[in-house]
């Protein structure tokens, strides 16, 4: 999953670009991988997830990583992937984090097969070329090329690819926990460079947090009746009336290193009434008139704290009979380091009815932003700069949720830094005629093997 919306700007006097010395894949051979990858239909229920992580395993074992190397677990229908580029040092390992399954395409809904790889007009175009089998691809080729030059990183490099982000995240949970002991991760399912309607880069988004998803249901019950026979109490109205609470309720602003540092830039960047309100925020989070602007923007409201909105309704059991139970989803979108119970406490508060019972779906876990760790802004600046100097280096925390949510839940921090450059409107990510301009394979691959160079060192 790539986000480019709501950018939050780093400080343009991060640390300088500096000569590039790298041997990048070749790029003929990255887009067969490419290719090759998106002609496997890795959609849940398939069970082809499998045969994608064998596919990259004989790429891998071609270039010279041998059996050991590379681990495959299946997992029900899915699994996870592992290969390993052995360090010369002790220091834990750094590990890359992509995802091997897509979104479901129905074929008639597009305009070209969305599991035939067809490269056209400059793109690429099939189902998971953009999310996430590109810099998934890159990655495969860039350790594959590793691996040829007989690179020997000091900390291990090991490349881990889940089978079911974009559904239930099983996969990636098992593989947070067993490599929690990594010194950090770099995800090539978030951040990227935005380009412009014009050709030029715009910015490069370091995505560094990840806002917590979590489910809560509203339950109501009742003993029920006739309905023509009302009783002073109805699961529905007890229940629209909390619904109507939840709803009318703001959670109190926030602010975290990752959008004090960058709202003021983004603010020079928009401009106007809203470019105000994001500098007088950064400046004070109290700032009433501020957060109220921010607040009527769809683009920046998840910025400034949590969120939890309604998104679905169930009660009731016949048309002449009183309800006996009333449910309702509240879907919260949570700021990074606030506890999931926390939230629910809250709800519950703002409610103020003890027949609302308000349940967390077990599998929420609340996470934090990582630290803008000095190193590895240092090597995504020199491989940005490298493509497109002095381009800012924007820090991201993303409304949605990728593998890293799982790894920062673990204590291993986690940070975006896909190597694809592409146009707004050029994304198509889970949508459409999804594709990705073939002109970004040989940039992409620079970008991946500075990065691992230089953190693996």
């Known amino acids: 999953m790539r986000n480019h919306t709501a950018p939050l700007a780093l400080a343009a006097a991060l640390l300088a670009a500096a000569p590039v010395h790298a041997k990048p894949a070749d790029t003929e051979t990255a887009k067969k991988i490419l290719k090759d990858s998106i002609a496997i239909p890795t959609v849940e229920g398939r069970g082809q997830v499998p045969k994608l992580a064998a596919y990259f395993a004989s790429v891998l074992k071609a270039a010279g990583y041998a059996d050991s190397d590379i681990e495959i677990t299946p997992i029900g229908e899915t699994a996870t992937f592992a290969a390993t580029l052995a360090g010369t040092g002790k220091g834990k390992p750094i590990v890359l984090l992509g995802h091997m399954d897509v979104v479901e395409a129905d074929p008639k809904d597009w305009t070209r097969d969305p599991f035939v790889p067809v490269e056209e007009d400059g793109y690429i175009f099939g189902r998971g070329s953009e999310d996430n089998k590109f810099d998934v691809s890159m990655m495969v080729a860039t350790m594959a090329q590793l691996k040829k030059d007989g690179f020997k990183p000091k900390r291990s490099i090991i490349l881990l690819l889940s089978g079911d982000e974009e559904t239930s995240m099983t996969t990636t949970r098992a593989l947070a926990a067993k490599y929690k002991g990594a010194e950090f991760a770099l995800n090539g399912d978030g951040g990227g460079g935005l380009i412009g309607e014009d050709g030029k880069p715009q910015y490069y988004g370091l995505q560094a947090g990840e806002k917590t998803y979590a489910d809560f249901t509203l339950e109501v019950t009742n003993p029920g009746g006739h309905s023509s026979r009302p009783s002073p109490v109805n699961a529905i109205v007890q229940l629209s009336t909390a619904l109507a609470k939840v709803g009318a309720y703001r959670f109190a602003p926030q602010q975290n290193e990752l959008t004090k540092v960058g709202m003021p830039i983004v603010a020079d960047q928009v401009g106007g009434d809203i470019g105000a309100a994001l500098k007088a925020f950064a400046a004070n989070p109290t700032d009433a008139k501020a957060i109220a602007a921010i607040r009527a923007d769809p683009e920046y409201v998840g910025q400034i704290g949590t969120t939890c909105v309604p998104t679905l309704v169930k009660g009731g059991h016949a048309e002449n009979a009183l309800p006996q139970r009333a449910t309702a989803n509240i879907n919260c979108r949570i700021f990074p380091g606030v506890p999931v119970e926390t939230v629910r406490a809250e709800l519950e508060k703002v409610i103020a009815d003890p027949a609302v019972k308000v349940n967390t779906d077990p599998d929420a876990s609340a996470s934090d932003a990582s630290p803008l760790r000095p190193d590895v802004v240092a090597a995504v600046t020199k491989a940005v700069h490298a493509r497109a ?25 986690s940070y975006g830094v896909a190597g694809l450059f592409s146009k707004a409107s050029d994304s198509y990510a889970h949508g459409l005629n999804e594709r990705v301009p073939v002109d970004a394979i040989a940039p992409a691959l620079a970008h991946w093997d500075s990065l691992l160079r230089d953190l693996s060192k």
């Open 389 to 413: 100097p002095g381009l800012a280096i924007i820090p991201s925390m993303s409304a949605g949720a990728t593998d890293s949510y799982h790894f920062r839940i673990q204590g291993v921090p």
